[in-house]
């Protein structure tokens, strides 16, 4: 039996059992019977062969059309113009892109824009001596000289078991520098000395340490001379100890002991008074900071490859000056604060304590505290061919290319990508030169 041809003109479908719509299941089609000698027509032909309208010429030409179109498509994917480039050798494109950028030599710099803080830093806490202040035998070494309290935390531990009245406190805002009154207790000052160890101990003849190294440096500083810098507390120490004592006003004993003096790096602007004249000195007496305006930043840990020390950054104002600072501490361990949930903090969420230092303190203008844009300058390139980001193709089997435009014929070169750096991006290759026309894909 011969297939049938549908009214439509559709070609025929595939019988029930998949085999091809020319032949049935019973096997594959029969050879026409010789044809009429009088009608030339085969006496097996069906009746559409007889007397009815031809479609198999419709069906062929639906099969080369369709041919056709397949052998298109693998043209334009051959050509690149949906992305790829065909291959690892340069190939034609079919037609110049809408669109074009030029290469260019320039400077690249990689940056990045975070969030920080005008200010004057964390403030520390002067806390009053110990009444132990005077531990540790005379003429001790100084080893573990330095593991006592911070630095900047003043001299002692801050316990309340300390003795006499405070008779003289700063205001908040003042600026105490080396040689000057940080408070009194019994009309006796305590003055600020600078250095990163505090006073832990009575020093006298014959102690040894980084403590009077920080000493004998002071002294020397506020203009005491007749002795040695050094580490040892001679007689001739002694000596210029009672010089600065008088000039202070304190007894003049030759030792020094946690009552004198309070230590820190630098001068100091007071940023809170937390005790009262009149009360006893004991406990947290007040805070302090930097004097110089500073910009911290809660600088996230995925950023932590942009700092280090000396690295240069720009900070605008909330009235868009832009004042140049750099990094001059960087926190040596990560935190992150929990949730409001109460949820552990993820890694994700952990920062690092970056504080940024400004020379130029007249450009800050009159703000004392404000928020404000830092843009760190972590890497830069100079004199390198660079085009914009959306100018580069992907190649298939990996890479990248562009598409170089010369007269009416692109062609799709391989690149090798380097910084990117501000919506560009710097390349290089055979045949990258400067000046060269490419496309940039819609």
């Known amino acids: 039996m011969t297939s049938q041809q549908p009214a439509d003109g559709t070609p025929p479908e595939a019988s029930t059992d998949g085999t091809p719509p020319e032949a049935s299941a ?10 009429d000698p009088a009608t030339g027509i085969s006496s097996g032909a069906s009746t559409r062969e007889r007397g009815g309208p031809r479609r198999r010429p419709l069906r062929a030409s639906l099969i080369t059309l369709a041919a056709l179109t397949v052998v298109a498509a693998g043209g334009i994917g051959a050509t690149g113009v949906l992305g790829g480039d065909g291959g690892e050798s340069a190939e034609a494109a079919p037609s110049t892109p809408a669109k074009s950028a030029t290469v260019d030599r320039t400077t690249l710099t990689r940056s990045e824009t975070v969030d920080g803080v005008l200010g004057f830093g964390e403030a520390a806490t002067v806390q009053a001596p110990a009444s132990g202040g005077d531990s540790g035998s005379q003429g001790s070494t100084a080893a573990g000289a330095d593991s006592g309290t911070g630095s900047d935390s003043g001299s002692g531990t ?22 000057e009154t940080v408070y009194s207790s019994d009309e006796q000052k305590s003055v ?12 006298d003849v014959g102690a040894e340490g980084r403590d009077v190294l920080m000493l004998e440096r002071n002294l020397a500083a506020l203009g005491h001379t007749g002795f040695t810098v050094d580490e040892e507390y001679t007689e001739t120490t002694a000596d210029a100890v009672r010089a600065w004592q008088d ?30 004249r009149g009360g006893a000195l004991t406990g947290d007496i007040l805070t302090w900071t930097v004097t110089g305006r500073v910009v911290t ?4 840990v995925r950023l932590e490859g942009l700092v280090k020390d000396g690295t240069k950054a720009n900070v605008t104002l909330p009235d868009g000056t832009i004042v140049a600072a750099k990094v001059t501490d960087i926190g040596t361990a990560a935190t992150a604060a929990a949730s409001d949930s109460g949820e552990d903090p993820s890694a994700e969420d952990a920062t690092l304590p970056v504080e940024l230092g400004v020379k130029e303190q007249k450009k800050l203008g009159r703000y004392q505290a404000a928020p404000v844009d830092v843009t760190l300058t972590a890497e830069s390139r100079t004199d390198v061919l660079a085009v914009p980001v959306n100018a580069l193709t992907a190649r298939q089997g990996g890479g990248y290319a562009v598409q170089v435009i010369t007269g009416d014929a692109v062609e799709n070169r391989p690149v090798e990508l380097g910084l990117f750096a501000d919506g560009m991006v710097e390349i290089s290759g055979a045949g990258i030169t400067e000046g060269l026309r490419v496309g940039v894909p819609g």
């Open 26 to 35: 019973d096997g594959p089609p029969q050879a026409p019977a010789d044809p």
């Open 158 to 179: 801050g316990s309340d078991t300390g003795s006499g009245t405070l008779t003289w406190l700063p205001d908040v805002g003042d600026e105490i520098k080396r040689g």
């Open 192 to 203: 600020l000395l600078y250095g990163s160890t505090p006073l832990y101990r009575t020093l």
């Open 247 to 276: 000039d202070v006003g304190r007894e003049e004993t030759g030792e020094v002991t946690a009552d004198d003096a309070v230590v820190a790096p630098g001068a100091r602007r007071v940023a809170e008074v937390k005790a009262a």
């Open 297 to 300: 930043v809660d600088l996230e």
